[in-house]
């Protein structure tokens, strides 16, 4: 019994580290969805630049820095559950911290 418990636990701790890295990896695709929610509610507000400033990636998160016509917006994104599901962004004035 002992055996099959420390195999799970190897199993579940190697999925865990996996998905920690792959969620610390930048993407094109989450970097897409951020700069479409840079300017949303923004009245007259235009991302400028293809790329954003700053990006700042960890474990659980991907936050993004882009220069917008009405100042620079940070765009954070998550996933539905904390190492998996689907990716969602929200922005809010501001700057990231070098």
Not at 10 to 26: C, D, K, R, T
Not at 36 to 63: D, H, L, M, S, Y
Not at 66 to 78: F, M
């Amino acid at each position: 019994m002992k055996r099959i418990l420390g195999y799970l636990l190897l199993i579940v701790s190697g999925f865990i580290a996996f998905q920690s890295y792959q969620n610390a990896q930048p993407s094109p695709e989450v970097e897409s969805m951020a700069r479409n929610q840079a300017c949303v509610g923004a009245e007259g507000c235009e991302v400028k630049g293809e790329r954003p400033n700053v990006i700042q990636t960890n474990i659980v998160a991907r936050r993004y820095q882009w220069a917008t016509s009405n100042g620079p917006v940070v765009v954070s994104c998550e996933r539905q559950y904390l190492w998996f599901g689907d990716w969602s962004c929200s922005g809010s004035p501001g700057q990231l911290a070098y």
